[in-house]
């Protein structure tokens, strides 16, 4: 059904899960749709766009792959975004972005720190061995 609702949703089937993403990012801006139908966008823990087509989400869904771009239309134009696909095995179902507020310095300061209680928690290529 979950499955179902990814793939096929409406704004309204998907923004329980979009709302929980954005408050647990502490409320960067999210933007997320189904593979078929428009979206949601959601921005200081408020929905402000409930057909949110997305050109970044649409490209995630198309290539089935992350992406760490600068949008170039949109609300987002020149901002940093980081978009995934939704993914079911080969099956993409849909698409959940965010604003990257930190402009990739986030993954600079994992890689700077190198604390080594925190490799059990990061992936390999977020923390690599030395």
């Known amino acids: 059904m979950l499955k179902n609702v990814l793939k096929k949703g409406d704004a309204n089937d998907i923004l329980p ?4 993403v954005h408050l647990l990012v502490n409320k960067v801006p999210i933007a997320m749709r189904s593979k078929e139908k428009p979206g949601v966008r959601i921005e200081k823990g408020e929905l402000v766009d409930a057909k949110y087509e997305g050109y970044v989400l649409k490209l995630a869904i198309e290539l089935g792959k992350t992406l760490r771009v600068s949008a170039t239309v949109g609300p987002y134009a020149g901002l940093p975004v980081i978009v995934v696909p939704i993914k079911d095995g080969n099956d993409i179902l849909g698409a ?8 990739g310095i986030f993954e600079e300061i994992l890689s700077l720190s190198r604390r080594p209680e925190l490799s059990k928690f990061l992936p390999d290529e977020a923390y690599p061995k030395i």
């Open 17 to 20: 899960i979009a709302y929980a």
């Open 96 to 103: 959940i972005g965010a604003v990257d507020i930190t402009a």
